[in-house]
């Protein structure tokens, strides 16, 4: 059976469905290479719930990291995606966004400490002036064309794509002219009913982009999926395997190594080395969740770019890993 | 049994790192040349057919998943000799039996 094609109407927001974690968001990372600024930025709509929230968080070439965090009450889903300091506008469908923020955002000295509340006590208050505009380089690729048939609970598309803009932190102005992809994505997002959940989303150059996706659930594989596109060929993933390396220190994820198999059997084997880890932790109905967002460097094919990667673990008290890291 | 072939492609590094990791890989494949399950093994080599570029391996195995299993665990799969690989069901046509 095909997949659905994704439209200019999937831009617009989707009927909420009946539970709690229903939502809809609206995602975007980048990565520019002369610069070696990296960012990511999100807003999600959570109807059930009675609100919504935006996050941005900049990898500083320094260094640095700059993160910020609005919420506000929202009923009822709305295609109005500003929250806060921070706005996203299509400008185009499926083509070309404007995101723009201008207000305070937490500067810390790097991105672990995102995972250390004392550092957020003790870090400087900037002003984190985002005008950037995103232009989508390849049609929407549906969840639905990228899996191995399972069903999702999450709906969703993906776009790669060019960045172009300014983003200035206290006064220093980095002029951006990166890559990134977005993500579109609704329907029930349960973290913690993962056992593990892998993301990884990259580009090597402007004929190479990858993304793909591994959730487990406590029964075992929940979800594989993704896509290489290649000199603007779409190839579906069926399997993705993975397996982390901790730092012994932090036990922040260190590198991975990702086993991608396409839909005529071919494995693609691609190495990643992480640069900056940010653990970021949320509760709920006593679970403890660890999600660390990273800047990450990728080889694959003999070539190198840049994307996310993304490892979800539940953890105890101490922060541990409930389950083994594969 | 049925034959299976794995096709590797080395990687930017597989040159330089073979000859570390071909012990371990001869060794991996070892105990299925004893029992007699591999038909043909050996590297793909460049235009020049010296250099390097990749492997194959035409075998028995139970099915396609245990293939798998085995071409996943071959040192050259874990240590970045190849960067990609395929695992394909095979049938052997020639030579003809007499």
Not at chain 1, 62 to 87: I, P, Y
Not at chain 1, 115 to 140: N, P
Not at chain 2, 69 to 97: K, N, S
Request: hydrophobic share 40%; with cysteine; aromatic share 8%.
């Amino acid at each position: 059976m095909t997949a659905p094609a994704i439209a200019p109407a999937d831009e617009a927001p989707h009927a909420p469905g009946p539970e709690l974690q229903w939502s809809e968001s609206c995602s975007f990372w980048l990565y520019d290479a002369s610069s070696s600024l990296a960012g990511s930025l999100r807003v999600a709509v959570r109807p059930n719930e009675g609100m919504m929230d935006a996050g941005l968080h900049f990898w500083i070439p320094d260094g640095g990291f700059v993160a910020t965090r609005h919420v506000k009450a929202q009923s009822g889903n709305t295609e109005r995606l500003e929250v806060g300091d921070a706005r996203l506008e299509i400008v185009e469908p499926l083509r070309r966004w404007h995101v723009l923020h201008d207000g305070p955002a937490h500067s810390l000295a790097s991105a672990a400490e995102a995972g250390d509340r004392e550092a957020w006590h003790r870090s400087r208050v900037e002003r984190l002036i985002v005008d950037l505009d995103f232009e989508a380089s390849h049609a929407a690729i549906g969840f639905a064309e990228t899996g191995a048939g399972v069903p999702s609970p999450r709906e969703g598309f993906e776009q790669p794509g060019t960045w172009s803009g300014s983003v200035w932190v206290s006064g220093d102005e980095y002029r951006v002219h990166g890559v990134g992809v977005r993500e579109r994505s609704w329907g029930l997002r349960d973290w913690q009913a993962a056992r593990l959940a892998r993301r990884f989303s990259f580009i090597v150059g402007p004929d190479l982009a990858v993304s793909a996706v591994r959730i487990e659930g406590e029964d075992g594989v929940e979800l594989q999926r993704g896509w290489i596109l290649r000199d603007g060929r779409l190839e579906t993933l069926r399997a993705v395997r993975v397996s982390t390396a901790l730092d012994p220190a932090t036990m922040l994820p260190q590198s991975a190594r990702l086993e991608l198999e396409d839909a005529e059997g071919g494995v693609h084997l691609v190495k990643v080395d992480v640069l900056a880890s940010a653990p970021m932790r949320s509760a709920r109905n006593r679970r403890q969740t660890l999600i660390c967002e990273s800047l990450a460097r990728f080889e694959m094919d003999g070539r190198s770019g840049h994307g996310m990667a993304e490892h979800l673990f539940q953890v105890d008290g101490r922060g541990a890993p409930l389950s083994p890291v594969e | 049994m049925p034959l299976y072939v794995i096709l590797g492609f080395d990687g930017p590094h597989g040159v330089e790192r073979r000859p570390a990791v071909r012990p371990r890989h001869l060794e991996h494949l070892r105990p299925l040349d004893a029992a007699g399950r591999i038909l043909v093994a050996g590297p793909l080599y460049a235009d020049d057919g010296k250099t390097p570029r990749g492997s194959l391996v035409v075998f028995e195995a139970a099915d396609l998943d245990a293939a798998r299993e085995l071409a996943a665990r071959d040192p050259y799969v874990v240590e970045g000799v190849f960067d990609r690989y395929e695992v394909r069901p095979f049938a052997r046509v020639f030579p003809e039996a007499k």
